[in-house]
């Protein structure tokens, strides 16, 4: 059972536009929301992260939304550029989990020049 | 920074065999995680270990184990490889210091094949 549902699973967006990517989850008890990105033949890496006291996070053209009531966290790619193309992955954690990350399935960017 | 490699980048096997898949970190973190990831499934959890000598389950550890002797290695064994096992498994460390909202570091992967 996917506790982290993630859309679309694969995306493709012209140079200069908005990428976005949606997440939703099931265990109220998730309270830490974590984005990887993996380039091809690369491990993922920590992209951005968010927790449920704040409802956007944003680090340069990457902001994460966050709405608690309807379970939905979503990643939003702003002026994507073709090195953005890489695979994203949402995550999901509840605090006493103590280190268990549960993943969405993926999306695959690619950004046209 | 933190590395963490791991053993082969690709590797071919046949049905049967027994398969060691080895992660080494060197950041002295607590916890280390296997994976495999499979397109439209994303990544999931084989085997975590918090400490040495210690392992937990994760969310597919049918026809795996693992071992950790070592703080810095954690080992992945598929005991008799199937062609179901054929997947990229990708190795993970973080440490144990605050919370779980720490980072984990991921190796590059090791794409198996099982004939």
């Known amino acids: 059972q996917q506790q982290v549902k993630q859309s679309p699973q694969s995306l493709i967006v012209q140079k200069g536009g908005i990428s976005i990517i949606n997440c939703a989850y099931e265990n109220t008890a998730f309270d830490y929301f974590p984005w990887y990105q993996q380039f091809p033949g690369k491990g993922p890496a920590l992209l951005i992260a968010?927790?449920?006291?704040?409802s956007e996070k944003k680090e340069g053209r990457f902001t994460i939304s966050f709405n608690k009531s309807a379970k939905q966290f979503s990643l939003h790619i702003m002026d994507s550029q073709p090195g953005d193309s890489a695979t994203y992955f949402c995550a999901a954690t509840p605090e006493t989990s103590g280190s268990r990350l549960t993943f969405g399935e993926g999306t695959q960017l690619t950004v046209n020049p | 920074d933190v590395k963490v490699t791991q053993s082969s980048r690709y590797l071919v096997k046949r049905t049967g065999e027994k398969v060691f898949l080895e992660c080494v970190q060197d950041m002295d973190h607590e916890n280390m995680f296997w994976y495999r990831q499979d397109p439209g499934l994303g990544l999931r959890l084989i085997y975590f270990s918090y400490d040495v000598k210690m392992k937990e389950k994760g969310d597919i550890p049918e026809g795996y184990s693992v071992s950790r002797e070592k703080k810095e290695r954690f080992s992945l064994i598929l005991e008799s490889a199937s062609t179901n096992q054929t997947s990229m498994y990708l190795c993970?460390?973080?440490?144990?210091?605050?919370?779980?909202?720490?980072?984990?570091?991921f190796g590059p992967g090791t794409r198996l094949t099982v004939l």
């Open positions: 993970a460390s973080k440490t144990r210091l605050a919370s779980s909202y720490n980072e984990q570091f």
């Open positions: 968010i927790r449920p006291d704040v």
